[in-house]
């Protein structure tokens, strides 16, 4: 089966890899430190505009995309939001006990999972992982020998992939049982994992054998095929999320959606 | 001998990850329908994050590999949009640091299932850690709190732990294992 995926090419593609890579790195570490969730409610717009409108992808495929994004709000959100600490209760059930405070808590957890996805699909939508790569080893130096193997290793993946769709059939075909309970995951486990690590293994060491010997991992000296370098992109790419981040900022002053200025517990 | 690890190991290193990150794929989806409950029932397999850490360490017997495996593994979630983005190059950053640390602290000289089983332990309590920031883990009533950590550590030990080493001493018996482990004194032994 061929699956189309096509996209058009946006200024979002064009950002040096390494420096959207690290830049998406550092908002997960700032956005960490964020407790109001009315700036994460602000802040949330500045991806969701490069994913609806930048990606280059077509609007069928996005929209298949976001559907994860939801299950991911719901799953991050529910644990906290049934049994979260607070003290303004709203409904309690058993074990269950919704509070005003656990609730907006448990909001802002998803909401914080539902900007990472977006995120990183961002990232994944307009980055082809070569160009990643190439970018890392001449911006930050990454040894060649790790970037070719994580890069080779992408390209075994589909062959992999193939391997384990012939195992699922192996396996039904021959009508092996299928246990319940942790017994039944560890012969799940070991009935894909040996053979598929077996053959793999033997895949990888012969590539690389043969990698090594033509000088994939050697360091000094090293021409590259990509030249990957920076370029306006760059700077309109870091002052965007700024700007967003300035206005996500002054809007929280000026105006909130509920009354809630940092969502930890810090009642008794 | 060069320090450090090899084109090879690297590769063989990346693919293991990469083999544990399609198998938890493929059932994977099952266990988020069981989170949204709130009882942490899904905490029983997050082992299986950690296992890569674990297997590419005693197969390859080097330093540095647990760690690699834990960020390859990360590394194919991210580039290929897994659902959690961002989220999971951090924690697997953080993991296979929690693994890493167990062997170095035996000199990555031991082998055995306690060892192992330590790791897997290292890298729930690394990602517990983690999840007092992203998740505010310290905000959930206690017993639910306990309820999550219990589950995470016991399967790190299970899954991580016992099933790698039983994983890949079956492994053992294939005849892989010998292609990629650096030679011990005892392989000049057995020459004499």
């Known amino acids: 089966m061929q699956i189309d995926f096509s996209f058009q090419e946006t200024w979002f ?15 997960f570490i700032g956005l960490l430190f964020i ?4 700036f994460l409610i602000n802040f949330l717009f500045a991806p969701l505009l490069i994913y609806l409108f930048f990606t280059g992808h077509p609007w069928k495929r996005l929209c298949l995309i976001a559907i994860p994004f939801l299950i991911i709000f719901i799953t991050s959100s529910t644990s906290m939001i049934f049994f979260g600490k607070g003290d303004i209760t709203w409904f309690e059930w058993g ?10 808590r448990g909001l802002h957890l998803g909401l914080r999972g539902f900007v ?5 699909v961002v990232f994944a939508l307009t980055t082809r992982p070569v160009f990643l790569f190439y970018s890392l080893m001449q911006q930050l130096k990454l040894k060649p020998k790790y970037a070719y193997s994580f890069m080779a290793s992408i390209r075994l993946l589909p062959i992999m992939v193939e391997e384990l769709q012939t195992l699922r059939y192996a396996l039904k075909v021959r009508g092996v049982q299928d246990y319940k309970g942790m017994k039944g995951f560890y012969k799940k486990l070991k009935a894909y994992s040996i053979p598929l690590l077996a053959q793999s293994i033997r895949r990888a060491h012969r590539i690389a054998i043969a990698m090594e010997a033509k000088r994939f991992s050697i360091v000094q000296n090293r021409t590259y095929y990509y030249q990957i370098g920076f370029s306006k992109v760059d700077l309109f790419f870091v002052i965007y999320f700024l700007i967003f981040i300035l206005l996500a900022y002054l809007l929280t002053l000026y105006m909130s959606y509920v009354n809630i200025e940092d969502v930890r517990y810090n009642g008794n | 001998m060069k320090k450090g690890l090899k084109l090879s190991d690297i590769l063989v290193t990346i693919i293991i990850a990469l083999i544990f990150g399609l198998i938890y794929k493929l059932w994977g989806p099952l266990y988020g329908i069981v989170s949204t409950v709130g009882l942490h029932a899904e905490q029983l397999i997050y082992g299986m994050w950690f296992i ?3 297997v590419a360490f005693l197969i390859i017997r080097k330093p540095g590999v647990a760690f690699l495996a834990e960020i390859a593994a990360a590394q194919g979630e991210f580039i290929f949009g897994g659902e959690w983005g961002v989220t999971i190059l951090i924690y697997g950053f953080v993991q296979g640091i929690g693994a890493e640390l167990v062997f170095a602290a035996f000199r990555y000289k031991r082998f055995n299932v306690f060892v192992v089983s330590l790791a897997g332990a290292a890298s729930a309590v690394a990602s517990i850690i983690l999840g007092f920031y992203y998740g505010y883990a310290g905000d ?11 589950f995470r550590i016991i399967s790190g030990i299970v899954i991580a732990g016992i099933f790698a080493y039983f994983i890949v001493a079956a492994l053992e018996k294939t005849g892989v294992t010998n292609l990629v482990r650096p030679i011990t004194t005892d392989d000049y032994k057995a020459l004499d």
């Open chain 1, 13 to 27: 593609h064009k950002i040096n890899p390494s420096l959207k890579f690290i830049f998406i790195v550092l908002l």
């Open chain 2, 140 to 150: 959930l009533t206690l017993w639910n709190l306990m309820l999550m950590f219990g």
């Open chain 1, 35 to 38: 407790h109001n969730i009315n």
């Open chain 2, 52 to 54: 890569a850490a674990t």
């Open chain 1, 116 to 120: 990472f996805a977006v995120l990183g």
């Open chain 1, 95 to 104: 074990l269950v006990h919704i509070s005003e405070e656990s609730f907006f």
